[in-house]
């Protein structure tokens, strides 16, 4: 076998050594590797740089997400939720002046997150604002302004619950890790990467305003939102997906 093959298959044991949470696993992983290493004279540390440098680094990316028609009513509302849930997967966004697009900057994996997370959150925040409105709960406050108030409402939920789930992976996963230390460090060079990509390549003049100037408030429809938002279902396979996978 040849030195480049061996380096990979050493490579490819220390790495399933780092990322098993079995720690018999683990020592099982290392000790095949060390045993070929030393049948081979190659460094541990060789083959692990190896590896790494073979690997694709993932690099921050810019993508327009498309919000709705221009004209459309709720627009903003749509934005909110979809700002909610990107502020919680390490995602920044500028948005169009009309509320038609939103331009996420971010880690691939993250914005993924974000778009499968809205798909579902979307259906889920018009279904219930739509039977809020059939129900009559809100009159005499006219439809339009009910919709709006609880359709904010729920965004905001939506972003502190998600806000909530992201601390306590973050939390879990430095408290397994063996270099805590370390694993603070990732988050913060992720975080400085994106700041200063977004700040390199954002075209955005001003900031947007949000949904909430011009729109009557509605205590009662926010209410409601408040608890659709608290009871929206939020999918285990893609809530935050990747923020284990990234830090383990």
Sequence with gaps: ????????????LLRQAESTDNPHEAEAFMEAAQRLATATAIDLAVARAHTSSRE???TPVQRAISIG????????TYVQLFVAIASANDVQC??????????AYGFVSDIDACQALYSSLLMQMVRASDAYLRS???????G??????????????IGQRLAETKRDVEATVAAG??????????????????RDFYTHTSKARGTWRG??????????????????????????????????????
Excluded at 217 to 235: E, L, N, P, T, Y
Aim: no cysteine; aromatic share 2%.
């Design 144 to 157: 339009v302004t009910a919709r709006l108030n609880f359709q904010l409402a729920f965004a905001a939920r």
């Design 1 to 12: 076998m040849s030195s480049e093959k061996m380096l990979v298959r050493i490579g490819g």
């Design 56 to 58: 694709r680094r993932a």
């Design 177 to 194: 890790a063996n270099d805590a230390t370390g694993t603070a460090l990732v988050l913060r060079d992720k975080q400085i990467e994106l």
């Design 211 to 248: 949904p909430q100037s011009g729109v009557a408030r509605s205590d009662k429809a926010r209410r409601a939102g408040d608890r659709a938002g608290r009871d929206a279902r939020i999918g285990r396979s893609t809530e935050l997906p990747s923020a284990r996978k990234r830090l383990a």
């Design 94 to 103: 500028d948005v169009a002046h009309n509320s038609t697009q939103v331009f």
């Design 136 to 142: 009559g709960a809100h009159k005499p406050v006219a």
């Design 69 to 76: 028609e221009p004209g459309r009513r709720g627009l903003r």
